[in-house]
């Protein structure tokens, strides 16, 4: 599977404007781990505002995402989907739109008031194949029990699900013959690949010069010119271990780093950024999310580790929109790092370690550049057809 680009869609959405929302949406959203962790042992429902109008605003940014990734699914008239933590129903009216009045989609939530959302919008918007439904966050719900899909959409709520493998066990039995099950999350939630490696650079004296010539006064020469100026005086050459190691540690420094907000202008970015439309979409909508959570009134030591961490891929978008000449594009990089030491843990992702725990075997995996990832899984050999759900 490979998602393509499209025209901006960005441009089309809707920033909001207003300042408070769901903490958790926050984090969760962007599928960050400890977050999500937290949010589901504080409380049956990881919705902590009340103004659902902005828990919908907000997942509407995916849009364009989502309507990319359903265009890819080769979706065939009369299938089944199971859309698990639906939330405000993004996907499912683009899967249930995409059958076109066939088939049949689910959508189950922990949120009484988000099931009652989508079922609302599924009358207005005239899609009778699709029905939401409410489940139990506590293990796997016996709603599943029985039922058996073609297809099953985890669109971010891995970070949810207590217990992974057991509940993918179970979730094994769901699923038709052929059927897979299609996980849309953050590719990576190490640090490590958050920063820039010399690896990152496939013109490395081309950044350097790049960086020696920033003016005094852009938001790059005021935030690196001071700590580099004195090192670049020495003569050092562009490959000194020690050129290396210090204008990475600032270019990395700064990441963690409010960084960003010469870039914004409220919840939207200057214009006359070079970003492409998606990596505008992924930085808009981050923005968005920092903007929620009162990023800009709180002290660092109070902001959680979640939002530090969406700070950090906001910055590194920034950087990569204004060195994009020397940075290496190969799908992955520079996005996330290409270093040994970050694709290491990469490897080691947790959704391929507990989806194969829980018997399924991974089909494909498709870069969706920037930061996330869409994993397609099958049930492994002859496992799906006996087991039953609770
Ligand atoms: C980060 S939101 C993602 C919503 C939607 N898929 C999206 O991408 O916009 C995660 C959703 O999963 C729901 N959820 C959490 N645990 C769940 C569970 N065990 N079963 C079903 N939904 C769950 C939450 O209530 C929330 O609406």
């Known amino acids: 599977m490979r998602i393509q680009s499209r025209s901006d869609g960005a441009s089309r959405r809707r920033i909001l404007a207003r300042t408070c929302a769901a903490v958790a949406v926050a984090a969760s959203c962007f599928g960050l781990p400890g977050a999500a962790r937290?949010?589901?042992?504080?409380?049956?429902?990881?919705?902590?505002n009340d103004d659902l109008s902005l828990i919908i605003e907000t997942q509407e940014l995916k849009r364009p995402r989502i309507d990319k990734v359903v265009a890819s699914l080769g979706l065939k008239p009369g299938m089944k989907i199971l859309d698990i933590g639906a939330g405000t129903g993004q996907q499912s009216y683009a899967l249930a739109a995409a059958l076109k009045g066939t088939g049949e989609v689910d959508a189950t939530d922990i949120e009484p008031r988000l099931v009652d959302y989508v079922n609302e919008q599924a009358r207005k918007k005239n899609l009778s194949n699709l029905h939401a439904h409410l489940v139990s966050g506590d293990g796997f719900d016996a709603f599943y029990s029985g039922r058996r899909y073609d297809l099953i959409v985890m669109w971010e709520v891995y970070?949810?699900?207590?217990?992974?493998?057991?509940?993918?066990?179970?979730?094994?039995?769901?699923?038709?013959?052929g059927g897979r099950v299609v996980m849309v999350e953050a590719e990576q939630m190490s640090q490590l690949g958050r920063g820039f490696f010399r690896e990152d650079f496939s013109d490395w004296d081309g950044f350097l010069s790049a960086l020696k010539r920033e003016p005094a006064d852009s938001p790059f020469g005021a935030?690196?010119?001071?700590?580099?100026?004195?090192?670049?005086?020495?003569?050092?050459?562009?490959?000194?271990?020690?050129?290396?190691?210090?204008?990475?540690?600032?270019?990395?420094?700064?990441?963690?780093?409010?960084?960003y907000k010469p870039f914004s202008d409220g919840v939207r970015l200057k214009p006359g950024l070079d970003l492409t439309p998606d990596e505008r979409t992924q930085a808009e909508w981050m923005l968005h999310r920092l903007t929620l959570d009162h990023v800009d009134q709180r002290e660092f030591p109070r902001l959680e580790y979640q939002l530090v961490s969406m700070m950090g891929l906001l910055n590194k978008l920034l950087v990569v929109s204004h060195f994009r000449p020397y940075l290496r594009f190969d799908g992955r990089s520079p996005y996330w790092s290409s270093a040994p030491e970050a694709v290491w843990l990469l490897r080691r992702d947790g959704h391929l370690r507990d989806m194969e725990a829980g018997g399924f075997r991974l089909l494909d995996e498709s870069p969706f550049v920037p930061y996330q990832a869409v994993w397609t899984f099958a049930a492994d050999d002859g496992a799906h057809a006996d087991e039953d759900a609770p």
């Open 38 to 48: 937290a949010a589901t042992d504080a409380s049956p429902t990881i919705y902590k």
């Open 159 to 177: 970070n949810y699900l207590a217990d992974r493998p057991d509940y993918y066990r179970r979730l094994r039995a769901c699923l038709n013959p």
């Open 223 to 259: 935030a690196l010119g001071k700590p580099l100026r004195g090192l670049f005086a020495r003569g050092l050459g562009g490959d000194d271990p020690l050129v290396v190691r210090t204008v990475l540690f600032h270019v990395n420094r700064l990441l963690e780093t409010r960084f």
